[in-house]
């Protein structure tokens, strides 16, 4: 396999700047980067990468080690009872291409759903049995179940006023907002074919409206928050999504509902990028990075260095490494896995078997810089640069 091709500095292991690698972007500079064809250079590293990435996939006679979860998805719901709504929610996953694992809400723990592409809680479990077993996941949660929403944190903790349900409901209506989570929907829509009881929430002002109840405008019976986000508690540590579906609504779904179930599956399991950064809200240059590898069409799971496990970074397409990552907290976690690493953080270079182990003789940082020398200007990862390259608008440090 071709790992020493993936597991990068900041721009290559090839030799491309005179510094020798000693003069790399850490998080602070990633403020300064120049909105010119100079910011192409971190774009057609990443593009680089994940083509790395396929063409390992193909010349490689082993199994990707989480192979088995790339499409999987776990399914938390009343497995006793037997619920029509659950199985119709399952079959509906298969036929979209997932393995579906099924456990009850009493049996389910977060290690069930480490490495899957998704994790979807019915309406069916107990919140008791669940309460904030999957909170802090940095897997991808759809979630239908109202009682559980204050445990993820997604809204505040009161029944019928933060969340709660409805009988006899047929219709939502379409959010201006929706976007890609709308499905090309637009307007009040028949959900169900039969009336039914729709679950609700309300969530915080950074969440993604999509749909609310037919006649009651206040509340979502759809919203999500992206990766990173801030919820009414807390920050999603990855995709987290709401739907209205009661435990026997699925049974009873319009075309029209399926269309905004499988765009809500399709937006939570798409192909992902990891940034990992230090624990807490991220810095200004942390954004910067996760707004770039947004540009590149990337849904961006942001994970805290204490949470990143290689399980969940076995499914990313890419993982970047920031500088404000606290080295001995990430250590060698990352070190043997298989996806394209980006890495800001110098002290971990040794760690990813990228350089020696000394400080300022291995890897190391330089403050006051904004230049490059681009030494291999055919190499595709140069970007089209060529000579000395000015890639910040202020001196920074370098590492």
Known sequence: MLRQRRLLKIVTRLPLTAATFRERLPWSTMLHLRTTKYTLAFLTVLMGLSACGQQDDAISAQPHSAGSFARSALLVGDVEASSGGDEALKLRLEGMGFEVVVRSGR?????????????????????????????????????????????????????????????????????????????????????????????????????L????????????????????????????????????????????????????????????????????????????????????????????????????????????????????????????????IRTPIVALEPALFDDLGLTGGTWQRDFGDRLGQNTLSILAPQHPLAAGLTGSVTVTSSAAKFV
Request: charged share 20%.
């Open 107 to 207: 049996s389910a723990s977060v290690a069930d759903a480490q490495g899957r592409a998704l994790v979807v809680i019915s309406e069916s479990v107990s919140s008791e049995d669940v309460r904030t077993k999957f909170r802090d996941t940095s897997v991808p949660v759809f979630l239908s179940e109202p009682s559980l929403l204050d445990d993820m944190g997604m809204t505040g903790p009161s029944w019928a006023k933060d969340f709660g349900d409805l009988k006899n409901q047929v219709n939502v209506v379409m959010e201006s907002s929706a976007g890609l989570l709308g499905a090309g929907i637009s307007g009040e829509v028949r959900a169900t074919l039969a009336p039914q009881k729709y679950v609700w929430g309300s969530p915080s002002s950074s969440a």
């Open 209 to 336: 409206r999509v749909a609310t109840i037919a006649g009651h405008p206040q509340w979502l019976s759809e919203f999500a928050y992206d990766s990173g986000a801030a919820m009414a508690s807390g920050r999603a540590p990855a995709r987290r999504l709401f739907f209205f579906a009661g435990r026997s609504a699925p049974m009873s779904f319009s075309p029209k509902a399926w269309d905004l179930f499988e765009a809500a599956v399709s937006w939570l399991s798409q192909t992902n990028g990891i940034l990992v950064a230090a624990k807490g809200p991220l810095s200004a240059s942390d954004l910067a990075l996760k707004s770039r590898l947004e540009s590149l069409g990337l849904a961006v799971s942001v994970m805290a260095d204490d949470s990143i496990v290689s399980a969940t970074a076995e499914r990313a397409k890419v993982i970047v490494i920031s500088e404000s990552t606290r080295s001995e907290v990430v250590q060698s976690k990352l070190t043997n």
